[in-house]
């Protein structure tokens, strides 16, 4: 039996529908299964064929006999990273908190930012680094932090199979912004030692997992992204493309700022225009597609908040300052809405790279 390099699924040749397929005539000649081919030449993005239960078999199975963890954050999503349940099985593992994809955030940040703010929120890490897989930023660093057999866990999408690209010279798994690329376990191996890609984890209440492949996919931001400041009155509000939207109900005035992925609009609009706004067909590439949008369920919420970042996961996030303020949120039925202490600091606030304070 053959096992495809890039995902790790065995390879099979009977059901052209099903994991693994290669067609018959190339199966001797073949490293990669159909679906790894299509997803890295034709950005042929489809839906990951594995539960939530074999995702996390996947995981921990690479732990078996691993003295080193890589434990993968994608530092835009950095709340569907994390993982209470699976953090228990990393006690007595050497864990590495891998902060990656730290080039899509605002310049202003620094890593020492980032690493300070990340040990505040995995305390149980024995180490943080800041990275990105794509820059290949911080990789020679973390090349030094590897054991002798190390497994990469974390989120699906957070970026483990980018970094294994760089960890180990002619590793070649497959990458993509789809979700779940990676379907089995995939072992490399180098002068340094073992390291183990795995699927990753299924967060619950994040955006990507509500949405068509393809519009998942384009929420995967490939530059830093794009931050716009408000200031809210009463009855006044903003929309994150056409799926989340927040309006400020208390008297006092607020300042708001949301970071977003490059293919997610920010809009000013009206309470009174909010639920016309969110059914806006917008443009061809409009996110909900029309395939999407059915499936959509909208729901309203009230929220207080403090000086904090609401995070919008698979959206970003949106930061506030002179609160405390209560608000009205309109977002898709069981998305989570996490908070947390503010990634952007205080005075770092930044529009077309000017302080404001
Ligand atoms: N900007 C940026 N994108 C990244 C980085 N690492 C991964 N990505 C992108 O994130 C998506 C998922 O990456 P992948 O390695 O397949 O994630 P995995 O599911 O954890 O293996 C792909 O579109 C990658 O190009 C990074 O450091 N910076
Ligand atoms: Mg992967
Ligand atoms: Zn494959
Ligand atoms: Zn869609």
């Known amino acids: 039996m053959k096992t495809c390099k890039g995902c790790g699924i065995d390879l099979q040749t009977n059901d052209p529908n099903l994991p693994g397929y290669v067609p018959e005539n190339v199966y001797e000649k073949a490293e990669v299964c159909q679906r790894c081919f299509r997803l890295t030449h034709y950005a042929d993005y489809t839906a990951s064929p594995l539960s939530e239960e074999d995702f996390m078999d996947a995981a921990t199975k690479a732990l078996d006999g691993a003295d080193t963890v890589f434990q993968v954050f994608d530092i835009i999503d950095f709340e569907s990273s994390l993982n209470p349940t699976f953090e228990k099985l990393l006690f007595r593992k050497n864990t590495v908190a891998v902060v990656t994809k730290y080039d899509l955030l605002p310049e202003i940040v620094?890593?020492?930012?980032?690493?300070?703010?990340?040990?505040?929120?995995?305390?149980?890490?024995?180490?943080?680094?800041?990275?990105?897989?794509?820059?290949?930023w911080g990789i020679d660093k973390l090349k030094d932090m590897r054991g002798r057999v190390t497994a990469v866990v974390g989120t699906t999408n957070a970026g483990k199979?980018?970094?294994?690209?760089?960890?180990?010279?002619?590793?070649?798994?497959?990458?993509?912004?789809?979700?779940?690329?990676?379907?089995?376990?995939?072992?490399?191996?180098?002068?340094?030692?073992?390291?183990?890609?795995?699927?990753?984890?299924?967060?619950?209440?994040?955006?990507?997992e509500m949405l068509c492949p393809v519009c998942s996919a384009s929420l995967v931001p490939n530059k830093r992204l794009n931050s716009k400041l408000f200031q809210l009155k009463p009855g006044q509000g903003l929309a994150l493309g056409n799926l989340f939207y927040l309006s400020l109900k208390s008297e006092n005035p607020v300042v708001v700022m949301a970071y977003v992925p490059e293919s997610v609009s920010i809009s000013r609009v009206n309470r009174d225009r909010a639920e016309s706004f969110l059914e806006e067909a917008g443009a061809p590439d409009a996110i909900p597609c029309a395939e999407c949008k059915p499936k959509i369920v909208f729901e309203k919420r009230d929220l207080r908040v403090g000086d904090e970042d609401l995070v919008v996961p698979g959206l970003g996030w949106v930061s506030f300052r002179h609160t405390p303020a209560s608000f009205e949120v309109i977002c898709p039925k069981g998305l989570g809405l996490p908070r947390r202490s503010p990634l952007v600091r205080r005075g770092k606030h930044t529009t077309t790279g000017k302080r404001i304070r």
């Open 110 to 136: 620094s890593e020492k930012d980032v690493e300070e703010w990340v040990k505040k929120r995995v305390p149980y890490a024995d180490a943080v680094a800041v990275v990105s897989g794509k820059k290949g």
């Open 161 to 208: 199979s980018t970094l294994i690209q760089r960890l180990v010279q002619g590793a070649k798994p497959t990458v993509s912004p789809s979700l779940g690329t990676t379907l089995g376990n995939l072992t490399f191996e180098d002068e340094k030692g073992v390291i183990v890609d795995t699927p990753g984890l299924k967060p619950n209440g994040r955006l990507l």
